[in-house]
Each structure stands twice: as C-alpha cells, then as structure tokens.
C-alpha cells in the first residue's frame, strides 16, 4: 500500500511537471507579470489574521461569563470580514495581472477557445510564488468563518448540550432589586407603571436575570388556577426576553380610552409580540410563539419583593425541547 501511495504521488507530480512544461513551451495569451512576494505575504497575514478573528469569535460565543459579549462578537466577526476584505483587496491589486485589449475576448463556442481562457485564467496566477501557502491560509480563512457563522445555530442543537439555556439566577427567597441593586418594596409599584427587576446579588447580564414587573388593577386578575398565589397584591413579574427574538420587552401599553381601547399589555418593539400580563403572558399578538415565563411572586415581612421560585418556563426564543423541559436554578 505504502508503495502504491509513493506511486501515485510521484505520477501526479510527474504530470502536473509535464503540464507545467507543456504550458512554458507554448506562447503566453496574458503576459508575464513581475512576482511580487512581499504583496504574497500580506495576503497571507491578512488571510491567518482573518480565520484567528473568527476562531475568536467562536471562543467568545462559548464563554457564557464574558461581558459585553455583544460588542466582542460584533468586534470579531467583523474584523475577520475586514481582514478577508482587505487580502481580496492586495490579491487584486498586486497579484493579478492587468492587461489592456482593443478587443472583446471570444465567446467560448468552441473547443480552441475554451481551452484559451482556461489557459488565460492559470497564466493569470502565475506570477503567485507561494500558492501552496495562499492556498492554506485561504482554506483556514474561508473555513473560520464558516464556522463562526454556522456556530450560533447549531448551538441550539439538539445535537449540541442545550441544558445552561434552562438556567437562570432566580431561586426562591432571592430579592428583587432596581439596576442600581435598590430592593423593590410592593408599596415601590404603582399601577401603569413599567419596571424592571434583577435578582439581588447576581449578574445583570444573564440571559435569565431581568424581570419586568407590573401592578394589574384590582379586578382584571384572571391567571390560571394553579398560578393564583403568584401575583402579590396584584404584581406580577415575567421574564423580560421576548419569546420570538430574544429582543427585550419594553413597553407597556396604556389604553387611553378604556371602553374602546385594547386592555394593558407587555409589548415587545423590534416585531411587536405582544403579552397579557394579567392572563399569565398570554400572546395577543406579533410572531411569538408561547407565552412570557413568568416568575412566581412573594413578600416578605418588611415588603420586599421575593421570588417564590423558579420561571414557569425556559426564558428566550424557542428551541428544541423548549416545551417539555422547565427552568432551573
């Protein structure tokens, strides 16, 4: 086997020499151009500089603890975009050859023809001395950012491990605390009033952490049965992550004319979901497609908002497995 492998090796190389050969001996259709290896080089820096950059990219997308994670996919993502642009730029530039006709090249309806662009379009590379390492640092580069782009969505498998989407900092007895860490009393919240809430003591940049937090008026109340004790003199607290694009939910709707006017409701703007807050989340409208989690509620003896337990459901956008399995601590 060892010998057949040396064989063939040594004929692809004895062939490509003889074409190389072949293609000397015959007259040039484009002419020589002047190498240009310092131009080769930075094609290739910029090429490594571009799969280092996505490569990056997918470092960052795995490190659940990064802050301001956006801004380093952002950073990453279109650094390798711009290293690539910028190698495309020099290779054009520097590396292919440039000539001026009085004519239009043929139509390629026959086979001599054919066979004159292929020849046009390998003379054109010709000048390149360092194919072997362009040819690799391109091949890393286009493979990096395949991969970064395709790593946001395989993430959400269910191929891959999807059980720290289920996670989120609340637990029971954990307060809720203003952007400043402010402990929010129940006297704190007013009707028709928009707030948002973080667990006490955990990171605000958690996908699960913010909570928007509402008073519905006395009588328009109406959550499930099994969800009756977790309003607390009519407040009511739900992830604030949109269930359609994980875009966060950020007004609240105030009917200005009540007997006509829609009744209050969470809105979501990017796409305008929008949830019922006084009937467990429930969608009224926009593309999302299931209900806001919403996180159980108490009050302590001084009255201070607790929670009284974990979301009702997986924060975020859906994905495999969304419907079936619960939020943890």
């Known amino acids: 086997m060892r010998r057949l492998l040396a064989a063939l090796l040594l004929w692809l190389a004895g062939g490509r020499r003889k074409r190389r050969e072949a293609e000397e001996e015959r007259e040039r259709i484009v002419a020589p151009a002047p190498k240009a290896p310092a131009a080769e080089l930075v094609v290739v820096g910029l090429l490594f500089c571009a799969a280092a ?26 650094g390798s975009l711009g ?27 026959h086979p001599e023809e054919q066979e004159a662009l292929h020849r046009i379009v390998r003379e054109s590379g010709s000048p390149v001395t360092r194919k072997g390492l362009l040819t690799a640092a391109a091949t890393a580069a286009g493979g990096a950012l395949g991969l970064a782009a395709l790593t946001p969505a395989v ?13 989120t900092p609340w637990r029971r007895g954990r307060r809720l605390v203003d952007q400043d860490g402010k402990p929010l009393r129940v006297d704190d919240i007013a009707e ?3 707030y948002t809430a973080y667990p006490e003591g955990a990171s605000q940049d958690t996908v699960g952490a913010p909570l928007v937090v509402v008073r519905i008026p006395a009588g328009e109340m109406a959550l499930p049965a099994d969800r009756v004790d977790w309003a607390v003199e009519g407040i009511v607290a739900y992830s604030k992550i ?13 009917p200005l004319f009540p007997p006509t006017a829609p009744r209050p409701a969470l809105v979501c703007p990017c796409h305008y979901s929008t949830f ?8 009224l409208f926009g593309p999302a497609g299931r ?22 459901g997986p924060v975020g956008p859906s994905w495999s497995g969304v419907r079936t399995k619960g939020a943890r601590s």
């Open 53 to 78: 950059a996505a490569v990056a990219f997918i470092v960052f997308y795995a490190i659940d603890g990064l802050r301001g994670h956006t801004q380093w996919f952002g950073l990453a993502f279109g």
């Open 83 to 109: 290293f690539l642009g910028a190698a495309l730029i020099v290779w054009s530039k520097k590396l292919v050859p440039v000539e001026e006709i009085e004519e239009n090249y043929p139509e390629p309806e």
């Open 155 to 167: 993430s959400l498998g269910p191929v891959f491990d999807t059980s720290s989407l289920y996670g």
């Open 192 to 194: 028709a009033t928009f």
């Open 242 to 254: 949109c269930t359609h694009a994980a875009c966060a939910v950020s007004l609240y709707r105030k």
């Open 276 to 283: 019922d807050p006084a009937r467990a989340g429930k969608v």
């Open 291 to 312: 209900a806001l989690p919403q996180l159980p509620l108490r009050a302590d003896r001084r009255g201070f908002l607790r929670a009284a337990g974990n979301f009702s």
